[in-house]
């Protein structure tokens, strides 16, 4: 089994940025989507951005288009999610996760604990 562990969270000022990484290690997650979703208190887990295992493709939530960018290192077992342009909005744990292809959390087999992001005003 693999594991997932998410850092690079932290406060930030609204209109910042800031860079969460998604280590893999017990396996490589070859040919499968790595994705990040977060949650704030109080509500649902959200779809933000997934990246096929090539690279060739990515997909984002209409809130974080524009503004976010994920990326990955295969040789490093490694996802990133770089977000501009920060919002209070976006005040929420974020996780990364590995599955299938979707925007829906069942369709990913592997979870990070999540790493806390606050954006203030």
């Known amino acids: 089994q693999g594991q997932l562990v998410e850092s690079g969270g932290g406060l930030v000022q609204a209109g910042g940025s800031l860079r969460l990484s998604c280590a893999a290690s017990?396996?490589?997650?070859?040919?499968?989507?790595m994705a990040w979703f977060r949650q704030a208190p109080g509500k649902e887990r959200e779809f933000v951005a997934a990246?096929?295992?090539?690279?060739?493709?990515?997909y984002y939530a209409d809130s974080v288009k524009g503004r976010f960018t994920i990326s990955r290192d295969n040789a490093k077992n490694t996802v990133y999610l770089q977000m501009n342009s920060l919002k209070p909005e976006d005040t929420a744990v974020y996780s990364c996760?590995?599955?299938?292809?979707?925007?829906?959390?069942?369709?990913?087999?592997?979870w990070g604990q999540g790493t806390q992001v606050t954006v203030s005003s």
């Open positions: 996760a590995v599955g299938s292809i979707g925007t829906m959390p069942g369709s990913y087999t592997y």
């Open positions: 017990g396996r490589t997650f070859s040919r499968l989507v």
């Open positions: 990246q096929s295992w090539s690279g060739t493709w990515t």
